[in-house]
């Protein structure tokens, strides 16, 4: 299938990248050229496969200024070859990180321990047990926080915020702070991190004064960011294709919703009592309640049965939960399923969460993760499995297809030595938390999402990392 590592799995086909005229485009489903997937650039224009550049990569010859024919400077990269020499840009930060392709489960004692984890677009962050926000990655749109880089490739910490209670990260990031304050940063095109602001990216933190009241959870997609305050619903950023929105009360839901999550342009959340609702988007059912058109209220998501929702994730355009049904503990997941991310073997988008995925039903389901086009859920004693997009090892660490089928049984790069406490995936890439704080990463770093050296994208690149970060 295509590579979903850059912004591609972010949104559906649109029109084809083709001259004469510069096209700009925001997506690489955007670039196509001849029957030739390209991809979107952080530069907003197309570029095509050609080996004659170092990065794989050429710019349309309709591209402006001096982009126009040139090859793509990646990450590390100068006039179009590679330096993985330059493991890291100067982010002021001494950290370090073990990388294994055998298995090896050591862990220096000067690693800090992590107890949260969530992967960004082309970047991950990670908080310490002391509260503290670690990233690595592309930081092109400044979601790390100053200095602003093209890419940080070991795990640094980020300046200016903390101690955390929580946080949340896509191509901007939102944290908040132990006294309270809602703090955002990072990309702001579409005024997901303050829409008075027209600057595109806001590298600083700011505090976010706009949600009256105390903020219960707090979800950050690519195009908006939302809060739930008290017993209200606010979002700001783009909302149903109109960018730029103030914080607006979302209606539909008039209680505190304790967990949340966004994706390209929908999100969901759940109530105490285990109810599951989504807003936004619905062009790939990925609200869950069958209606197919985007709304701008909160509507509840619509199980065949009575039930409670345990833990709930939000891909690019799908989501998944653990049912507790009358089956006992079971996977569903509804949405997009271009590439079997659902899981369920339609060859359509699932507009309800009505079946369990494959034989995920029954089990001891705990961490859950929707990544941009792939799941994962922990299975306790039956270990993890993962479905939807493979291309780059992103939902089995050892790629053998492009995609998966159906839940695979994924055999883990490292070994487990405590409970697993958390799954994240990113835009392609997967990272596993265990309850000692260890971290591990597998899939693309073309960016050093993973957390260290080598960089790469490709089938036979796919890196697995035990991270450690060094304070």
Do not use: K
Not at 192 to 197: F, K, L, R, S
Not at 322 to 328: A, P, S
Request: aromatic share 6%.
């Amino acid at each position: 299938m295509g590579r979903y590592w850059a912004l591609a799995a972010l949104v559906g086909a649109a029109a084809a990248c083709i001259g004469p005229q510069p096209f700009a485009c925001t997506d690489d489903a955007q670039c196509r050229l001849d029957g030739i997937d390209g991809w979107c650039e952080p530069e907003r224009f197309c570029s095509y496969p050609d080996d004659e550049c170092g990065s794989n990569r050429r710019f349309e010859s309709e591209a402006p200024g001096d982009l126009g024919g040139e090859c793509v400077d990646m990450p590390g990269t100068s006039d179009g070859e590679t330096d993985e020499s330059t493991s890291q840009t100067d982010a002021g930060s001494e950290s370090g990180s073990d990388v294994s392709d055998s298995g090896d489960t050591s862990i220096s004692d000067e690693c800090v321990p992590f107890d949260m984890v969530r992967g960004g677009v082309r970047h991950t962050c990670a908080r310490d047990v002391e509260g503290n926000l670690w990233c690595w990655g592309e930081n092109l749109f400044g979601q790390q926080g100053p200095p602003r880089t093209n890419f940080i490739v070991e795990p640094t910490r980020v300046q200016g915020v903390g101690p955390i209670v929580a946080f949340d990260t896509s191509d901007h990031t939102c944290a908040i702070e132990e006294g309270g304050d809602l703090l955002c940063w990072g990309r702001n095109e579409n005024g997901q991190v303050d829409p008075t602001d027209e600057l595109p990216v806001l590298e600083d933190p700011l505090v976010i004064a706009d949600v009256p009241g105390e903020v219960n959870s707090f979800a950050t997609g690519l195009e908006t960011t939302c809060a739930s305050v008290d017993s209200e619903l606010y979002c700001w950023g783009q909302i149903l294709g109109m960018p730029g929105i103030e914080a607006t009360a979302i209606p539909g839901i008039a209680e505190p919703l304790v967990a949340m999550q966004a994706g390209r342009a929908h999100a969901c959340g759940l109530t105490e009592d285990g109810r599951a609702w989504c807003w936004g988007d619905d062009d790939a059912g990925q609200l869950g309640d069958g209606g197919g058109v985007g709304n701008g209220e909160a509507v509840p998501v619509e199980f065949i049965e009575d039930g409670v929702v345990h833990a709930l994730d939000v891909g690019s355009d799908h989501a998944c939960a653990v049912f507790d049904g009358d089956d006992g503990l079971q996977v569903r997941c509804w949405g997009d399923n271009s590439v079997n991310q659902t899981g369920l073997l339609l060859g359509a988008p699932v507009p309800f969460p009505h079946t369990p995925v494959g034989n995920l039903i029954g089990g001891q389901y705990g961490p859950l993760t929707a990544g941009i086009a792939h799941s994962c859920v922990w299975a306790g004693d039956e270990g993890m499995f993962c479905w939807g997009d493979n291309s780059v090892g992103q939902s089995q660490w050892d790629p053998t297809i492009d995609w998966l089928d159906g839940p695979n049984a994924v055999a883990l790069p490292f070994e487990t030595s405590s409970e697993v406490a958390m799954l994240s995936g990113g835009g392609a890439h997967t990272c596993l938390l265990q309850t000692d704080g260890t971290l591990d990463c597998w899939g693309c770093n073309t960016w050093g999402q993973l957390g260290a050296e080598p960089r790469g994208c490709e089938p036979d690149d796919v890196v697995t990392v035990r991270v450690c970060a060094r304070g």
